[in-house]
């Protein structure tokens, strides 16, 4: 069974750090993927879907130093779904993207430090090799 996800996004704003109570790091983020076609009329359709990003330990900690609103970037990962109950006893549901790769596709928006060489680099969370080339 394969259980994988590829996009290519924009970031719909700084990604948000945090920690378990163990001290691992993880960040979330949104990240915006478009589509676009022409209607009956011959009008221009945009389409946005937009996908929560969680990353882990080393790629959290790159997302959360590099990864600024609007920057472009390819991710890779697994789909997961959990739910919780909210504070109203609700029965909550949210479906996420868990990278595993990340890698930067152009310096649209500033860095949260200055700019660097880390603008075309591959991430990846678990030491396996980068991805070098997208299949689309």
Known sequence: ???K???????????EVRYTPDGTMITNFNL?????????SGEKVQKTEWHRIVTFGKLAEICGNYLVKGKLVFVEGRIQTR???DKD??????TEIIAANMQMLDSKGQNKTEESSFEAASVTN???????????
């Open 5 to 15: 996800a590829l996009l290519i996004g924009r970031l719909g704003k700084d990604p």
């Open 126 to 136: 678990n030491g396996s090799a980068p991805v070098d080339d997208v299949p689309f």
């Open 32 to 40: 915006a993927t478009d589509e676009q076609w022409k209607d009956k």
């Open 1 to 3: 069974m394969v259980n």
């Open 89 to 94: 006893g609700v029965k909550r549901f949210t």
């Open 83 to 85: 739910s919780w109950e």
